[in-house]
């Protein structure tokens, strides 16, 4: 067996296997050898400890200044309470000892002038930052000629959490690095020779051992462009399988549905939106599948743009779905698109146009009848459009001639389920996936590397503009104003939204995704407000006494969310309190007012999404994002950034900044089964252009990588070499 895929456990213990499985997913020496430090230190280098933030999982190097054991008052044991300093700053570190003899343990293992490396969550008592039980690892004195050796080398700081720390992780891979055989290499040697590069066995060691800090960095920047060319290759190699397609080419007809439709528009389309009209129409008159990527800002039309495309499709004798991530946004496209096409979406209907087709919305909800006639529509092409959320998916779902395939919001899908629908076409079918905000060019290199991408970067003319603020949610004189401001916009005809992170009652499992809880100063966390918890206040708050205030959540039948959501755009309904489900597609152009409960519970990204959906008529939008964060805390940074602009590009940035580690490549929506380590995709701008010109030019050269073997297994890695179909944003 190949030592990279040797199980875990035969190299470092059963105990070690099960903990960095849990935390990290590793199963493979393989994995555990890609598990690279996130940082070095030095034993002449002090953490700066005044940088800290709060709620941070930290591992901090310093020096004991003080020891202090206390007995506790109210029940038997000691507090232990050790003071460290890097020489500008000093942290607290707590622990609570049972018995005298535990205490005692603490001050012989943390005598003054103890250095070590302290790791644990960050948190506030008494106005001081502290780190409570957190666990430690004592350095060796260097005395002798061995430690005085340690002492000068980097000491590796590994990602960690709950049950494994750094030096268990460092404790684990030393003595596999020792013993490693050689690897093969994923970049070709003259590519390696040429960029200077280390080989990788050393850089394999050097990464994990380095002897200097320049040895890890030189270690670490061969391990990075590996990462951005084997990514690049694995795309490359995708769009050039994709590129030997044969799809049928939908020719646009000049006297078709599109002709008719765009006579109709009450409106010009904007530059951006007939130059990207145009860019479809030669890619679905082609002989291979368009794969194109479709992205805008919040509100720029890309609907209307996906509508046209499809329009085009059908006057070639095709079909088109639209594959939605949510039931309400896939009865809001169906409801608009309806609208917008009038009399030309009912073919054979008393009333239709001479030139009509059918539009069929097939969902999870809908009674036997209703949804047997839409299958019928479907598998029969007298529905040329089809809008749906998942259920599109499923086996009996039939088309009669599928040419075109639309994935709204597509962070929202894996690939194995856009596959899933892309399958159903006799022939492969063209595909446009449209993202729900702006993504920076290297993130659509990075994910949607094997596709085309298009840009709206212009908002439709009439669009008023949003003034977003934050809101300290625990000061009570703040939320009157909040609530007497949506009462203020009610009085002048128009309506609000208020968003919630859950919806209450029993749905732990809709904390997925959300960011972390901010902490009270005890520690102490409560869970995200939640619509079910909050609805009643709202309607006995003083300043909204007397306003139709109604809720809306995923978990109300269909019926019920269907008429709410109705109601609150004709606008019987003043305050509608919601989930996320309007985060995208709700068109209520009356709504001016957005006030998003525990804001920084969502990301930027989501905020932007959902701040889109106020100031879509004449009247100027308000959001106020509410949060019991602190100042000086990452998550009001995040808010901050969002009241500063309404730039979605330059907020797509500063999300990415923030995000955790391999967040970019999600593996259900990307079909990667690893994320990214040591590349970032906004710092390693220029690499990542270079990785992918050194990639183009092994691809174009050897398509199926017969001559770089080992190229060709990292991919097989990355992707899983059964699942490389899978490898397409679409």
């Not at 059963?14 to 430090?37: C, D, M, N, S």
């Not at 639209?322 to 030309?344: C, F, K, W, Y």
């Not at 598998?379 to 075109?404: C, K, N, P, R, W």
């Not at 899983?720 to 179909?725: A, I, K, L, Q």
Request: with cysteine; glycine share 8%.
């Amino acid at each position: 067996m190949n030592e990279l895929d040797v199980p875990v456990g035969r190299r470092v213990g059963a105990k070690a296997a099960t903990a960095l499985e849990k935390q990290f997913g590793i199963r493979t020496v393989g994995q555990l050898l890609r598990h690279y430090p996130r940082r070095y230190v030095e034993r002449g280098e002090r953490t700066d400890l005044s940088s800290l933030r709060l709620d941070e999982h930290v591992t901090v190097l310093a020096e004991v200044l003080e020891v202090r054991v206390h007995s506790m008052k109210s029940r038997p044991g000691a507090r232990v309470q050790v003071r460290i300093g890097d020489g500008r700053g000093t942290l607290d570190l707590v622990f609570f000892a049972a018995k005298k003899w535990s205490a005692q343990k603490f001050e012989r293992e943390l005598a003054v002038g103890t250095v070590g490396l302290f790791s644990g969550r960050v948190g506030l008592y008494q106005s001081r930052r502290q780190l409570a039980h957190p666990v430690f690892d004592v350095l060796p004195d260097a005395d002798e000629d061995a430690a005085q050796a340690l002492a000068e080398k980097p000491i590796p700081i590994y990602p960690a959490g709950a049950g494994i720390q750094s030096w268990q992780v460092r404790n684990a891979i030393s003595p596999i690095v020792t013993t490693l055989p050689p690897l093969p290499d994923p970049l070709p040697d003259e590519l390696r020779a040429r960029r200077g590069l280390l080989g990788i066995d050393e850089a394999i060691r050097a990464v994990h051992d380095p002897a200097t800090i320049e040895d890890a960095m030189a270690a670490r920047a061969r391990l990075t462009f590996e990462e951005a060319f084997v990514l690049q290759s694995a795309l490359l190699r995708r769009r050039a399988a994709l590129a030997e397609l044969a799809a049928t080419p939908r020719l646009a007809r000049p006297d078709g549905l599109l002709a008719r439709f765009d006579e109709r528009l009450p409106f010009e389309l904007t530059r951006g939106q007939r130059a990207v009209g145009e860019q479809l129409t030669t890619d679905l008159a082609g002989a291979s599948p368009m794969h194109r990527l479709l992205q805008g800002e919040v509100g720029s039309g890309k609907t209307l743009v996906a509508l046209r495309a499809m329009l085009t499709v059908v006057d070639a004798g095709g079909q088109a779905a639209l594959l939605a991530p949510t039931e309400v946004l896939a009865v809001q496209h169906n409801r608009s698109i309806t609208t917008m096409l009038g009399d030309l979406a009912e073919a054979g209907m008393l009333g239709g146009g001479d030139v009509a087709t059918r539009v069929a919305l097939l969902t999870g909800s809908q009674p036997a009848a209703v949804r047997r006639r839409m299958l019928l529509q479907a598998a029969s092409g007298e529905a040329a459009i089809v809008i749906g959320t998942h259920a599109l998916l499923q086996e009996h779902v039939q088309f009669a001639d599928l040419g075109l395939v639309v994935v709204d919001e597509q962070h929202r899908f894996g690939v194995e389920q856009r596959d899933a629908l892309r399958a159903k076409g006799s022939v492969p079918p063209h595909l446009l996936v449209m993202t729900a905000t702006p993504i920076p060019r290297t993130v659509a290199m990075t994910v949607f590397g094997d596709l085309e991408t298009s840009t709206l970067e212009e908002l439709p003319p009439g669009r008023s503009p949003v003034v977003t603020h934050v809101v300290p949610g625990d000061n009570p004189a703040w939320m009157s104003r909040t609530w007497q401001r949506v009462r203020e916009e009610v009085d002048a005809g128009r309506q609000a939204f208020v968003v919630c992170p859950r919806i209450g009652g029993d749905d732990a499992s809709a904390d997925d995704g959300l960011e972390p809880t901010v902490p009270d100063e005890d520690g102490l966390r409560r869970p995200p407000l939640a619509v079910l918890d909050v609805i009643d206040g709202l309607r006995a708050e003083p300043a909204l006494i007397g306003l139709r205030v109604e809720l809306l959540h995923g978990r109300l039948p269909v019926e019920e969310r269907e008429a709410t959501m109705a109601a609150f755009t004709a606008g019987e309904v003043d305050v509608l309190v919601a989930t996320t489900v309007v985060e995208v597609g709700v068109d209520v152009p009356n709504a001016t007012t957005m006030v998003v409960l525990d804001a920084d519970r969502f990301g930027i990204s989501q905020l932007h999404q959902l701040r889109g959906r106020i100031g879509r008529g004449q009247a100027a939008g308000l959001a106020l994002l509410v949060t019991e964060a602190s100042p000086d805390s990452p998550a009001r940074e995040r808010l901050d950034a969002v009241a500063s602009t309404t730039d979605g590009f330059a907020l797509s940035r500063i999300d990415l900044e923030q995000r955790r580690e391999g967040d970019v490549l999600g593996a259900a929506q990307s079909g990667f089964r690893s994320s990214l380590r040591l590349l970032r995709v906004l710092r390693d701008e220029e690499l990542i252009v270079q990785a992918r010109q050194e990639a183009a030019a092994v691809v174009d050269a050897d398509p199926h990588l017969s001559d770089h073997a080992a190229l060709a297994a990292a991919i097989d890695e990355l992707v899983g070499g059964d699942r490389e179909d899978y490898l397409e944003r679409g």
